[in-house]
T-cell receptor, first 113, second 110 residues
Framework: DAGITQSPRHKVTETGTPVTLRCHQT?????MYWYRQDPGHGLRLIHY???????DKGEVSDGYSVSRSKTEDFLLTLESATSSQTSVYFC????????????FGQGTRLTVV | QQPVQSPQAVILREGEDAVINCSSS?????VHWYRQKHGEAPVFLMI?????EQKGHDKISASFNEKKQQSSLYLTASQLSYSGTYFC???????????FGKGTLLTVNP
């Protein structure tokens, strides 16, 4: 199994508070992705990274920011959480970004109350 | 922009075949297929690259029509373990965004 860990696995937070989710990999893969999964919407790309300090927006980036200061860590921050951001968040990693499989973390279930 | 998958759901009896389709409006470099069981992370099945190369599961087959930007996943002689949600993911020719469709729920009954 690929070495990819998400933390926390579950979190309940209040509306308006900042939240940071962490994705940590031990594979030294260049590409890292954050997705959210909601019923009826499948997996939607939030942000992705193609190297240290190199990131780009996905389809649903509003209200989210990311940072990658070292290869192994990709952080997703909700600046001011809203109930619409209640979701399951998955991190994924890929060696080449387009020609290799992506490995997914186990997901983080976030509830905003 | 998410690729479009069809059908949204399919129910099979064990041993029957199924085809899941995926289409995109943009030029593609690769198409990925994943399966997700309830409460688990998606798991890689296959990748099809522009130019014809394929990598992945040896018991599952798929096709990629580069001209039409369409891919199909073929599940033959289905087993109970094939049940789950299948996602296609696409990467365009000019970037590295891996974008997924909404998924196809496959249920295989005894």
């Amino acid at each position: 199994d690929a070495g990819i860990t998400q933390s926390p696995r579950h979190k309940v937070t209040e509306t308006g508070t900042p939240v940071t989710l962490r994705c940590h990999q031990t594979e030294n893969h260049r590409y890292m992705y954050w997705y959210r999964q909601d019923p009826g919407h499948g997996l939607r790309l939030i942000h992705y990274s193609y190297g240290v300090k190199d990131t780009d927006k996905g389809e649903v980036s509003d209200g989210y920011s990311v940072s990658r200061s070292k290869t192994e860590d990709f952080l997703l921050t909700l600046e001011s959480a809203t109930s619409s951001q209640t979701s399951v968040y998955f991190c994924a990693i890929s060696e080449s970004g387009r020609a290799d499989e992506a490995f997914f973390g186990q997901g983080t279930r976030l509830t905003v109350v | 922009q998410q690729p479009v998958q069809s059908p949204q759901a399919v129910i099979l009896r064990e041993g029957e075949d199924a085809v899941i389709n995926c289409s995109s409006s943009k030029a593609l470099y690769s198409v990925h297929w994943y399966r997700q069981k309830h409460g688990e992370a998606p798991v890689f099945l296959m990748i099809l690259l522009k130019g014809g190369e394929q990598k992945g599961h040896d018991k599952i087959s798929a096709s990629f029509n580069e001209k039409k930007q369409q891919s199909s996943l073929y599940l033959t002689a289905s087993q109970l373990s094939y049940s789950g949600t299948y996602f296609c993911g696409t990467v365009g020719g000019s970037n590295y965004k891996l974008t997924f469709g909404k998924g196809t729920l496959l249920t295989v009954n005894p």
